[in-house]
C-alpha cells in the first residue's frame, strides 16, 4: 500500500491528530500489521518494484508513505509512528539521530541520486546549461529547497553555474521533488531539476532530460534509519537489509539510483 503526505496532514499534526500517521491505531502492534515505512518520494518508481519483490519473498507486508524527506522528517520528530525512514539526504536524517527519533546503529547509506534537466516532449533542453537564462524558460521549477534534498541540490546547480539570482524570480517550488515533476508532466512548466529516478516511471515517459553532472553539486547520498519507537525492529532490519542487497541495488540501480559508495569521499 502507498500513500502520499499531503499538505493537511502536516496541519492536522502539528493540531495533535497525527493527519495521516496512525491510521491503524492498536492494529500497528499486532506483529502481522504492515511494517511502515516513510520514505523521500524520489523513490516512489523504485520502491514499486522493490517492495512487491520484498513481499513475495517473505510474505510480509510494506504500508509506505511518500513525501518529502524534511516533512517526513518532521512527522517523525514529533512522534508519528514509522519502523523505517528512507531519507534523500544525509542530513536530516542525522538531525533525527542527534533527536533521539532514529537509531543511530541502523543508519545505512543506501543510494545516491541523481539530478536531470527535463522538459516536457518536444522542447529542446538548454545546452549549456547556463542557457536556462533564455526567454523561453520563463516558469523553472525545482523541489522546494526548505525541506526537499533534490531541491537543495537543484539551487547548489544554478549557484554553480552563476545563474541562480537570475532566474530566482522564474522558479516555482514543488512540494517534493514528485510534485515538481507532475509540474513538468503537465504543462505547468518549461522546465525542471528532477529527480532522474522518477524520469524512469510513468510520469516521465513524455519527457525529454539530461542527467545533470553531479559536480555541480553535493553529492545525494540517501540514508536510512529505524524509528527508536519502531513496533517491528527485526522486519525493519530484515527490509533494510534486503534494501542494500545485491536485489534491492541492482533494482534501484535500473530506477537510476548509484550505488552509496559512489557518493563517498
Known amino acids: 500500500m502507498i500513500r502520499r503526505l499531503a499538505r493537511w496532514a502536516l496541519v492536522g499534526f502539528a493540531l495533535g491528530t497525527l493527519g495521516c500517521a496512525d491510521e491503524g491505531g492498536e492494529e500497528r502492534h499486532s506483529p502481522t500489521a504492515p511494517l511502515l515505512v516513510l520514505a523521500a518520494s524520489d523513490l516512489q518508481t523504485a520502491f514499486e518494484e522493490l517492495v512487491p519483490a520484498w513481499e513475495r519473498q517473505t510474505g510480509d507486508r510494506v504500508e509506505l508513505v511518500l513525501g518529502s524527506t ?19 539526504n544525509e542530513r536530516f536524517l542525522d538531525d533525527l539521530i542527534e533527536a533521539g527519533t532514529i537509531d543511530p546503529g541502523t543508519r545505512t547509506p543506501y543510494a545516491v541520486g541523481r539530478l536531470a534537466l527535463a522538459v516536457p516532449g518536444g522542447a529542446a533542453l538548454p545546452d549549456p546549461l547556463s542557457e536556462l537564462t533564455g526567454a523561453r524558460f520563463q516558469i523553472i521549477t525545482i523541489a522546494n529547497p526548505e525541506h ?19 532566474v530566482s524570480d522564474r522558479l516555482v517550488p514543488g512540494e517534493s521533488i514528485a510534485h515538481t515533476l507532475q509540474f513538468l508532466s503537465t ?34 547520498l540517501q540514508v536510512a534509519g529505524m524509528a527508536v519507537g519502531s513496533l517491528h525492529p527485526d522486519r525493519a532490519r530484515h527490509f533494510l537489509e534486503f534494501v542494500v542487497s545485491a536485489e534491492g541495488q541492482a533494482i534501484l540501480g535500473r530506477h537510476g539510483f548509484e550505488p552509496p559508495a559512489a557518493g563517498g569521499p
Open 187 to 220: 504543462g505547468n512548466a518549461d522546465i525542471g531539476i528532477v529527480a532522474l529516478s522518477l524520469l524512469q516511471g510513468a510520469g516521465g515517459r513524455s519527457l525529454e532530460f539530461r542527467v545533470i553532472d553531479s559536480a555541480l553539486h553535493t553529492p545525494l
Open 148 to 166: 526537499a534534498p533534490y531541491g537543495m541540490a537543484a539551487l547548489e546547480v544554478l549557484r554553480s553555474l552563476g545563474i541562480a539570482e537570475t
Open 70 to 88: 524534511g516533512n517526513l522528517a518532521a512527522q517523525i520528530r514529533h512522534g508519528a509512528p514509522a519502523d523505517l525512514f528512507f531519507s534523500a
